[in-house]
């Protein structure tokens, strides 16, 4: 004889919380990467970032005290 034991009561409702909580995860990472992408797409500054004033072929200068060592 084996014995087979019931679900909680409350299984039905905890159910629904969990699915409830996964669509309410998977439209906040949508909307996420939608910003995202259309940030992306619209500014040209993040697609092509201006060069930084150190890359345009000019060194950094070393700091006096360095220079003195």
């Known amino acids: 004889m084996s014995v087979q034991s019931a679900p909680p ?9 969990l699915i409830v909580l996964g669509l309410v995860a998977a439209v ?7 910003v995202i992408v259309y940030n992306y797409v619209t500014r040209i500054e993040l697609r092509e970032p201006p060069p930084a004033p150190e890359a345009e072929g000019a060194h950094a200068a070393l700091p006096s005290w360095i220079a003195r060592i």
């Open 9 to 17: 009561a409350n299984a039905r409702s905890i159910y629904i919380l």
């Open 28 to 34: 906040t990472a949508a909307a996420t990467i939608g």
